[in-house]
């Protein structure tokens, strides 16, 4: 398919703010968007125009019953070099997800040739900065007008950029976690695994608590014990031991995350014992207190690595090691950013470079 190009004037474009570190994370879009329509049983209509509203009729499906996917990426500039970070990785969950929420898939080659278009367009809203890149984000919603509880036929799919600082306020630090027992965020056979914007609703009130508590992030436990930690807020949760990483099991309530699998490779690469297993709540808080457990960290796509320096569970509050970065998670950062933004050689291809 045939992408359109309607490129803003040049002097009506906007430019990079000129403090990138200090923009926190998706307040501002960048000048253009990449649009295509789903109807007919096809995609058509392929566009790069102005980033702006969207027309949509108030019966959308979307709106009424959260027929919607998304996905996160990051673009890194330095120099004239621009590179994505595992990009197809990004499209096949996608496609996954959409396969789970009964929507249509896209062209994986295609999918990923429109975006280094809209990247490379977009190229001077990159920040360069350590700490900074160009987030992405393809999204796509069900448009079909209808109240009808049925999967839509008409869809649309976007992808809007965002050049961001650091996910959380305080930089790479460590956060502080309250541990939920009350809610929970998905279940095994639920949508868990697909990244749709109902488990992001799901979320927030669990999330506003815990802010109110003095915590910023949510560990969420699985749903039908409340035995095993899941996910921290948006990441999916690792824990060293003295002698192996653990990370929960993708089992379907949990979101296969791109970093997760980045980290997993990482550190089997060098040469620690790394498992996908089911974690307790009571092992790791006992680990915390005996000293077994030396590091907590989340990863994401929009957090990267974010170090937890405190648990807060059932009234108690739980510092890890001595409350500050840990030396695997520091390194984990290091070489992930690092690899990331073109500035360590890439061993494991994962890099893309945008022409
Ligand atoms: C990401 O890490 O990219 C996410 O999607 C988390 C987010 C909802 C900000």
């Not at 996910?167 to 630090?173: A, D, I, L, P, V």
């Not at 960290?297 to 569970?313: C, D, K, R, V």
């Not at 059932?314 to 090691?321: D, L, M, T």
Request: net charge negative; glycine share 10%; aromatic share 10%.
């Amino acid at each position: 398919m045939e992408i359109e190009v309607n490129l803003v004037p040049p002097e009506k474009r906007g430019s990079l703010p000129a403090d990138p570190l200090n923009i926190g994370f998706g307040t501002v879009f960048t000048d253009h968007m990449f649009t295509m329509v789903y109807s007919d049983g096809h995609w058509h209509d392929a566009r790069i125009g102005p980033y702006g509203p969207l027309a949509l009729d108030p019966a959308a499906l979307v709106l009424h019953y959260g027929q919607g996917i998304f996905e996160g990426m990051k673009a890194y500039r330095r120099g004239e070099n621009v590179f994505l970070f595992r990009p197809e990785k990004n499209i096949e969950r996608l496609n996954a997800s959409a396969r789970r929420m009964v929507m249509p898939e896209i062209d994986p080659e295609f999918g990923l040739y429109s975006i280094k278009r809209l990247v490379s367009i977009e190229r001077d809203w990159i920040p360069q900065l350590p700490g900074t890149s160009l987030y992405i984000r393809p999204t796509m919603i069900a448009t079909e007008a209808r109240l009808g509880v049925k999967p839509a036929k008409e869809f649309l799919y976007y992808v809007i950029l965002s050049p961001v600082g650091p996910y959380f306020k305080g930089g790479f630090n460590p956060v502080k976690v309250f541990v939920s027992d009350k809610y929970v965020r998905a279940v095994r056979g639920g949508v868990g695994a697909a990244k749709t914007i109902g488990n992001y609703a799901a979320s927030l009130l669990g999330t506003q608590e815990a802010i109110r508590l003095g915590y910023s992030q949510v560990l969420w436990l699985d749903a039908i014990e409340r035995k095993y930690i899941e996910e921290c807020g948006t990441m999916n949760v690792f824990v060293k031991f003295d002698d192996e990483l653990a990370t929960t099991p993708l089992d379907g309530a949990i979101l296969p995350g791109i970093t997760r699998d980045s980290v997993i490779h990482m550190a089997r690469d060098w040469g620690l014992t790394v498992n996908e297993r089911k974690i307790s709540i009571d092992e790791l808080i006992e680990g915390v207190r005996s000293g077994k457990v030396e590091e907590v960290f989340g990863t994401g796509t929009a957090a990267i690595i974010a170090p937890i320096g405190e648990l807060y569970y059932k009234g108690q509050a739980y510092v890890v090691g001595d409350g500050q970065v840990g030396e695997l998670t520091r390194r984990l950062y290091d070489t992930l950013t690092g690899i990331q933004s073109g500035e360590i050689e890439d061993p494991y291809g994962w890099v893309v470079r945008v022409e």
